[in-house]
């Protein structure tokens, strides 16, 4: 959904491009960095630091895109690791949203709801498109949803100090990613079923 929103925004910030490191992996693997740092400073009870390091990870991964397509260096290896780091990436922001306030049982099993309901999403737009469906755009809640979502609700989180905001905002995010993956599954199989 916000791919769209994406994309526009992209071409509003094509200038800065000739800014960007001509090799994208760079920006790729800071916004790895970014999110490797997210589930320790949540543990450590730095809690100020997640939304920085989650907006820092979601500005790479929109920056790498855009640094590849600027400097015509995209490339198919890129993509792919591009693709792969991003997963761990949700996982490791998931992880500190849980964290955030304390290890609680509850936010453990809705983070485990969310990257399960996230890495079936990008699974079937992986496998569909594999398939010859293009999945691009399609999708209730896609990775720049969520890391909106992830980044407003760990300010929220920050601004309240309320442990309950976590959990019920912990529960929707669960909510969702799962219904988009649902929401995928359909989709990819009736697209696929009709065009054998």
């Known amino acids: 959904m916000l791919g769209r929103v994406k994309g526009a925004i992209e071409g509003f910030v094509k200038s800065a491009g000739r800014y960007l490191p001509r090799n994208p992996n760079i ?3 800071l916004g790895l960095a970014s999110s490797i740092l997210a589930p320790p400073s949540a543990l450590m ?5 997640v939304p920085i390091l989650i907006a820092l990870a979601g500005l790479f ?3 790498d895109g855009l640094a590849a397509r600027y400097h015509g260096t995209a490339t198919r290896a890129g993509a792919f690791i591009d693709s792969s780091l991003d997963r761990f990436s949700d996982a490791l922001l998931i992880a500190s949203i849980a964290l955030m306030g304390g290890v609680d049982v509850v936010k453990l ?3 485990y709801a969310s990257l399960v309901g996230a890495l079936l999403t990008s699974y079937a737009r992986a496998r569909a498109e594999s398939l010859g469906f293009s999945m691009a ?3 209730l809640f896609e990775r720049p949803e969520r890391l909106l979502y992830m980044l407003a609700l760990s300010i929220i989180y920050v601004a309240v100090g309320n442990g309950e ?3 019920i905002g ?6 969702l990613t799962l219904a988009t993956a649902v929401q995928r599954t359909i989709e990819g199989y009736r697209a696929l079923a009709t065009h054998h």
């Open 45 to 49: 009870g730095l809690n100020q630091a």
């Open 165 to 167: 905001v976590l959990v």
């Open 170 to 175: 912990l529960g929707v995010f669960s909510a």
């Open 137 to 139: 755009g399609l999708g």
């Open 27 to 29: 920006l790729t693997l």
């Open 61 to 63: 991964d929109m920056l």
């Open 109 to 111: 099993a809705e983070a």
